[in-house]
Structure formats: C-alpha cells, structure tokens
C-alpha cells in the first residue's frame, strides 16, 4: 500500500512539473525561435533564388541602368527596374546620332576636308560637257578655217564661199561651173545666171557629222532638188557621211548630181520668182532620209562623186 501511494505521488509530482507556467513558456518560446529561424533560413534561401533570377537578367542587359546591385529594400529594385528603359532610349538616340553624324571634332574634320566624293563627282559632271564641247568647237574651227584656204587656191574658181553674218559656221557657196554639155548649163547661159547659190550650217560635231546643205537660188527642178531646196544626197546624212569629206568634195559631188538628174532652172511664171524656205527644206530632207532608210538608197549613188 505504501509502494502504491508513493507511486501515486511521483505521478502527481510529474504532473505538476510538467504543467508548470514556466515549462510552457519556455517550450512557446522554443517553438517561436525555431519558427523565427525557419523564417530567416527561407529568406535566406529565398534571397538566394531571386539572385539566381538576377544573374541572368545581368547578363542580358550588360552596363545598363538595370544591372544596378539591389538594394535592401524591394522597392528601390523594382524602381530602377522600371528607369531601366527609359535610361536606355535616350542613349541609344544618342548613339545612333553619334554614328550617323558624327561628334562635333568628326563634324570639322569633315568641313574641313571638302565636299565627299558624291559632290565632288557632280561638280566634276557639270565640267565635263563644257569641256567636250569646247574641244568640239576647237576642231570644228581648225577644220572650216583650213577648208576656207584650201577654197580660196582653187584654180578653176569651181566654188566661192562668202560667210553669213561673219560666221565661221554658216556659209553661203557659190557653185560656178557645171558640165558645160549639159542642159543645166545651157540654161544658166540663157538666163543669165552666173552661179547656183547654195547654203551649208556646219553642226557642232562637225567634220564627225555633215553639213545641212540646200539650194537658196536660182530656183531648180529636177537634179535631186526637192521642195523648199532640200537635197537628195546619201552622204549628207549620217549614214552616208565620212570625215574625210571636204566641201569641194562634196560641191562636185551636188554638180554630178544635178546633171545626172536632168536639173532645170524653173522658168514657168509665178513659180520661177518663188524662194525657197529653209523650214520647208529641213521638213523635206529629214522625211527623204527616213524614206531612204526603209527603202535603201538607190540614186543617187556615192560613188557618182
């Protein structure tokens, strides 16, 4: 019995021990350490997470407003998170301006070195025409001023030239002489007519191009002579026309042609008074041309010269 109540008291003692104040104050107090220190190891961790998430965002965006370290506070990360692109926007302007114009030391250099090479061709285009067409004019003038004193030492006064308006390019030429069998002679002794008067206008690319050439008088028919005075002639046109043409060639050329043609002075009344017109002649040979060209030249021939 005894043994039983001691039992009973030890039992009672643990009881009391275990429901004391302090005990439970000191096991909540335990609970709330470990809670604390679970909290502090999963911020730790957590920290430790977002960090890992940073690094590559880091990477991404390597020296930008963004890269900043965190601070301790969430706020301040997700405020320069937020400038980030706005800090960025700005400097890529000014870098893209940078590269495309160039700072203000690369903009005097430039000044300084003179116009690129874009302008400098389009000066260099403005000069070239000029240049060539001085160099035309040059030996057009050396070509016309030499077949000036080759004209003048002719021995049989075949041709005269007189100049119109004092210009080397514009002449008036007087053709003389025919074949003295001809009608065409025959009728320039009847009428009194001393010379068929032709005028020549030598184009810019002269002697590379021909001359124009039309009878101004007296007024013909036949002999290759068309309206308004124009002259059929395969080598007053491009196609038919060398260089090395001269215009006493070219003059005994027109004779031959005239002959060979059967050329008449008109003397028919109204008509034999009429001048020609130089408009109606440039009209006249330039469809002649093209009739000639779509058919081919038949008469009369170069080699008639």
């Given at each position: 019995?005894?043994?039983?109540?001691?039992k009973?008291?030890l039992?009672?003692?643990?009881?009391?021990d275990?429901?004391?104040?302090?005990?439970?104050?000191n096991?909540?107090?335990?609970?709330?350490?470990?809670?604390s220190l679970?909290?502090k190891g999963g911020?730790?961790?957590?920290?430790?997470?977002q960090?890992q998430?940073q690094?590559?965002q880091?990477?991404?965006?390597?020296?930008?407003?963004?890269?900043?370290?965190?601070?301790?506070g969430?706020g301040?990360?997700?405020?320069?998170?937020?400038?980030a692109?706005?800090?960025?926007?700005?400097a890529a302007?000014?870098?893209a301006?940078a590269?495309?114009?160039?700072?203000?030391?690369?903009r005097?250099a430039?000044?300084?070195?003179g116009?690129?090479?874009?302008?400098?061709?389009?000066?260099?285009g403005?000069?070239?025409?000029a240049?060539?067409?001085?160099?035309?004019?040059?030996v057009?003038?050396?070509?016309?001023?030499?077949?000036?004193?080759?004209?003048?030492?002719?021995?049989?006064?075949?041709i005269?030239?007189?100049?119109?308006d004092e210009?080397?390019?514009d002449?008036n030429?007087?053709?003389h002489?025919?074949?003295?069998?001809?009608v065409?002679?025959?009728d320039m002794?009847?009428?009194n007519?001393?010379?068929?008067?032709?005028n020549?206008?030598?184009?810019?690319?002269?002697p590379?191009?021909?001359?124009?050439?039309?009878?101004?008088?007296?007024?013909?028919?036949?002999?290759?002579?068309?309206?308004g005075?124009a002259?059929?002639?395969?080598?007053?046109?491009?196609?038919?026309?060398?260089?090395?043409?001269?215009?006493?060639?070219?003059?005994r050329?027109f004779?031959?042609?005239l002959?060979?043609?059967?050329?008449?002075i008109?003397?028919k009344a109204?008509k034999?008074?009429?001048?020609?017109?130089?408009?109606?002649?440039e009209?006249t040979?330039?469809?002649?041309?093209?009739?000639?060209?779509?058919y081919?030249w038949?008469t009369?021939?170069?080699?008639?010269?």
């Amino acid at each position: 019995m005894a043994t039983l109540l001691r039992k009973i008291g030890l039992i009672r003692l643990h009881n009391r021990d275990t429901e004391d104040p302090k005990h439970h104050h000191n096991h909540r107090g335990g609970g709330q350490q470990s809670a604390s220190l679970r909290g502090k190891g999963g911020a730790k961790s957590g920290g430790h997470k977002q960090q890992q998430q940073q690094q590559p965002q880091q990477q991404q965006h390597p020296g930008g407003a963004g890269d900043a370290s965190p601070g301790p506070g969430k706020g301040k990360g997700k405020r320069a998170a937020e400038l980030a692109p706005r800090d960025k926007a700005p400097a890529a302007a000014a870098a893209a301006a940078a590269a495309g114009a160039g700072g203000p030391r690369e903009r005097v250099a430039g000044a300084r070195a003179g116009p690129g090479p874009a302008v400098a061709a389009a000066a260099g285009g403005s000069l070239v025409p000029a240049a060539r067409q001085q160099h035309c004019t040059q030996v057009r003038s050396r070509r016309l001023m030499k077949e000036l004193q080759d004209i003048a030492r002719l021995s049989d006064r075949f041709i005269s030239v007189e100049l119109v308006d004092e210009s080397l390019f514009d002449w008036n030429v007087k053709l003389h002489q025919v074949d003295k069998d001809s009608v065409l002679w025959q009728d320039m002794k009847e009428t009194n007519t001393e010379f068929i008067l032709l005028n020549l206008t030598f184009p810019d690319n002269f002697p590379f191009s021909p001359p124009f050439m039309r009878v101004l008088s007296p007024r013909l028919e036949n002999g290759y002579v068309l309206d308004g005075g124009a002259i059929c002639m395969e080598l007053l046109t491009p196609r038919g026309w060398s260089s090395a043409y001269t215009v006493e060639a070219v003059m005994r050329q027109f004779a031959a042609s005239l002959v060979k043609g059967q050329g008449r002075i008109c003397r028919k009344a109204g008509k034999s008074k009429k001048s020609f017109s130089r408009k109606e002649a440039e009209a006249t040979f330039k469809s002649l041309v093209k009739t000639h060209e779509k058919y081919g030249w038949v008469t009369p021939p170069v080699s008639d010269g």
